[in-house]
């Protein structure tokens, strides 16, 4: 913990108060995303993490914002309390909401004039504020509310009678901040016991300025937030995880080795927090599976031709490209899903790999759902480029870049030959969701992608050549820059990563075409390698993690 923000007898104080913890905890599970507003894998979590902590025993709160104008906010709440919060020297008035569902308390803060999150042209995202470009860090509703909801979770708990055994499980940046507002807490004396924990699911921060800061403490002095001698970042993690009572938690081991080994995060997106990461510790702690298998399994074959039939009759005027009907039997189709994210989710690579694969040999099917192009405007040239793509390659390449009909979309990832995930970085990703759909994968070996597939076994993992001379930091900077997919081709990096792709898909289609034997052994490993992720055994990890923390006096 970093002491410098608390005095020694405020210090001796809250070891005193985090000494009286003990098992069964009440998990406060504090998440921006929720059932209401999800814009990709955290809301999932959020949603099937907490029942498997309350069946393993802990008493378990989810504490999410009311997003009341995202077009998903319908829903009949009950109105449980009022609480005021000191927000910015001024009391702000927030009611709390509640669903309930078996043993778990999902409340949520609702706030007249905060959490205004509008979810851009989808009216969905909880992250997109349209209004509010957050282009300096004194003028960023996402952050000006994710410091308020942080702020309000202690509140929220003693109105809810929740204040002694608290393990306060903050979510990403948006709620790293908890970290200090349930310490200025217990100080105050309104929470009795509590601990906090955090978990990155992504390698994101945000900027966080002294007058943000002082928003939720006057504690704003820099000398305070020193980090032993070295001036601290003004960021939300910098500041707020090494208040935290152990180590950071992210959602695969492999992800968990990588923050602080893999160039891409460890120079480009989290060098200002390598020195807490190595001080605190990281570890990795796996989701569950994402989905259920379904009741009655279907031959591969049976589940091509229902893809096929369904793509047929399936037209939407934003869909880029088309798929010829009648496509061989021993052609493979490829499938690739998930947010359009050209910092992370690998479109482009995939789109340079398709390019070097002789015309004839498979079919690909691109459903990246793409985020609001005002919000992101720098989307649009990716997004052409999968244009030009599904132009060049006519009857081979067709692109859904928004949320398909979920029927449609269930054919396809049941019927495809293989899932393809060619992400630049992945903290979890969800292999297992294909995997359930009876899907191979070929995936490039990062993060928890690593952790999922094995290779030759449940499908196909691929990355490019280390032995490059290059600057690896220097190159995904380049790469990440990049105004436009054509800009990535000077990095030698990106060359390799589509080179290692393009070979691994040739991989598939050989096995696919000629050691269909090869092929069936895949399908067969696929549900025991998919029940390997479960959220029972996740709740039970975090559970230890909570226990294993040197702060904690935890008794059965």
Known sequence: MNLEVFTPSEVASLEASRGTLQAPWTVAYCVWENPYAKSGGIGAVARDLPPALAAAGAGVIVISPWHSRLKTAHADLVAMSDIEVPFGGRPVRLRLLETRAGAVRRVYLDAPGHFTADGGAEGKDPYIYSHDPCATADDCSL?????????????????????RNVIVHAQDWQFASVALTTKLALLQGFLQSAAVFVTSHNP??????????????????????????????????????????????????????????????????TPHLQRIYRVLGVVGIPNGRFGKPPSVERAKLEKRRAMLEALAAYRDPRQLGRLDA???????????????????????????AIEAI??????????????????????????????????ARPGEVVVYPFQMEPAVYGAIMQGASYAVMPSLYEPFG??????????????????????????????????????????????????????????????????????????????????????????????????AKAAEFDWTAAAHRYLDWYASSSAMRASA
């Not at 947010?339 to 992370?344: E, L």
């Open 143 to 163: 952050l000006r509310d994710s410091l308020l909801a942080c702020a309000a979770v202690p509140h929220a708990l003693a109105a809810l009678g929740a204040t």
């Open 204 to 269: 994101y921060d945000h900027q966080l300025s002294p007058a943000m800061l002082g928003l939720i403490t006057d504690r704003t002095d820099a000398q305070l937030w020193n980090i032993e001698g070295q001036p601290a970042v003004d960021s939300v993690c910098a500041h707020m995880l090494p208040l935290a009572d152990g180590p950071i938690s992210t959602v695969s081991r492999t992800f968990a080795r990588e923050l602080t080994s893999d160039p891409l995060l460890s120079t480009h997106f």
């Open 326 to 352: 009648g496509v061989a039997s021993h052609v493979p189709v490829f499938f690739t899903f998930g947010r359009f994210d050209p910092g992370q989710k690998g479109f482009d690579v995939l789109a340079r």
């Open 358 to 391: 002789p015309p004839g040999m498979a079919r690909f099917i691109l459903a990246p759902q793409a985020r609001d192009m005002n919000a992101f405007p720098a989307d649009r040239p990716f997004l052409a480029d999968l244009a030009r793509l599904a132009s």
């Open 430 to 527: 969800a292999a297992t969701e294909p995997y359930l759909a009876g899907t191979p994968v070929v995936a490039r070996a990062t993060g928890g992608l690593a952790d999922q597939v094995e290779d030759m076994a449940t499908g196909l993992l691929y990355r490019e050549a280390t032995t490059l001379a290059i600057d690896p930091a220097a190159e995904w900077k380049l790469i990440e820059s990049a105004l436009d997919p054509a800009d990535r081709l000077a990095s030698p990096l990106y060359a390799a990563m589509t080179s290692s792709l393009a070979a691994a898909l040739m991989r598939a289609i050989v096995l696919y075409s000629h050691a269909p034997e090869t092929y069936q052994r895949f399908l067969a490993n696929l549900p």
